[in-house]
């Protein structure tokens, strides 16, 4: 856990003019963490600005502040900044474009293969999200808790840890869970947007994955291609969460979801996801992408069909020599 002396590096920079910005194509953790640091800097008297360059899912819009984060880097390029806040990036290739600004970058995150871009920096892999730093970063900063922090803080722990199941589901995590329960967050009210907000269409989408399973072993794969986006009128952002669908199948210990790139169709978009011992991770790396030890992701140039092949045979093979050693 992070010293109250390092949280005490970034205090003075909460009354600042800050922006505010998370990894791209945020996930809970990037939007209530980057949220819960906008009314972090507003309570302490600052001018916070949230940007994300991918808009943020609809599922998010019942967080407070949601309504004013700007997508448009224009907007945020010609401001003097006294500081930009990252939120739960591992490696400055995941932000969206950036403003050049001489202000000092100060990150908090939770990756454990985290390059150091930032000025100053607390990373701690232990922290089951990064809502939970920017908590202990209130603490240390002694301001009031309000709920429309709790809940930004609540939908960050909630989403990491996959509503309170995965094995980051700690002490730490449950006693600042707590702590936003009191606040007065509603845990259905944010579970009901985050895991039962599906449009019909996406369901739709869903179905037409499911059919394309493939079970090897213990290693899992389901994909989307632009052929099922276009018959269920859905886009890429629809496929959120579909990995956990591969995952869920009894001894499939590694599951890959495959996916177009949105921005460029010719590449394969891939997550990642283990149940326990393998590292993905490592598959994640192999390919010039990276992640969690059970969540990580990667890119492939190639016909999906192919990808999955290969992300097969790799995950395939990381099994075989993790169960010899
Ligand atoms: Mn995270």
């Keep these: 856990m992070p010293t109250t002396r390092e949280y005490e590096k970034l205090v ?19 939007v209530g963490s980057s949220l819960a640091m ?38 945020v390029r010609h401001e003097n900044w006294d500081a930009i806040f990252v939120v739960d990036v591992s490696t400055s290739h995941l932000l969206g474009p950036m403003p050049s600004c001489e202000c000092p970058w100060l990150v908090l995150d939770h990756h454990s293969s985290h390059d150091r ?27 009031p808790l309000t709920l429309d922090f709790a809940k930004c803080v609540w939908t960050s722990i909630v989403s990491d840890t996959g509503g ?16 936003m329960l009191e606040a007065g967050v ?63 199948i009894r001894n499939v210990e590694i599951a890959i979801f495959l996916r177009p790139d949105p ?20 598959i ?5 992408g990276g992640g969690h030890r059970n969540a990580a992701g990667c890119r492939y140039h190639g016909p999906i069909e192919e990808a999955r092949r290969v992300l097969m045979e790799t995950a395939a093979e990381l099994v075989r020599s993790r169960d010899r050693g």
């Design 38 to 75: 906008y009314h972090l800097v507003r309570s302490a008297g600052g001018q916070p600005v949230v940007y994300s360059y991918d808009p943020y899912g609809d599922e998010f819009a019942f967080l407070p502040g949601s309504e004013s984060v700007v997508s448009d880097p224009e907007l």
């Design 12 to 30: 003075p920079y909460l009354r600042g003019r800050v922006l505010i910005t998370a990894h791209r194509h945020p996930d809970g953790d990037a």
């Design 117 to 143: 871009y930032g000025t100053v920096e607390i990373v701690d892999p232990s922290a089951a999200s990064v809502g939970i730093l920017v908590e202990e970063l209130r603490q240390t900063a002694r301001l």
């Design 164 to 179: 309170f199941r995965y094995s980051s589901t700690d002490p730490r995590a449950m006693k600042i869970g707590s702590r």
């Design 263 to 282: 921005d460029d169709p010719s590449i394969v978009r891939i997550s990642l996801r283990s149940k326990g011992q393998y590292p993905v991770d490592e």
């Design 186 to 248: 509603n845990a259905w009210e944010a579970a009901s947007y985050l895991y039962e907000y599906n449009t019909l269409e996406r369901m739709r989408l869903l179905s037409l994955a499911l059919g394309t399973i493939r079970v090897n072993g213990k290693v899992g794969s389901m994909y989307v291609d632009e052929r099922m986006l276009r018959e269920t009128e859905t886009s890429a952002q629809d496929t959120s969460g579909f990995v956990n669908y591969v995952r869920a």
């Design 284 to 288: 994640g790396e192999k390919f010039g």
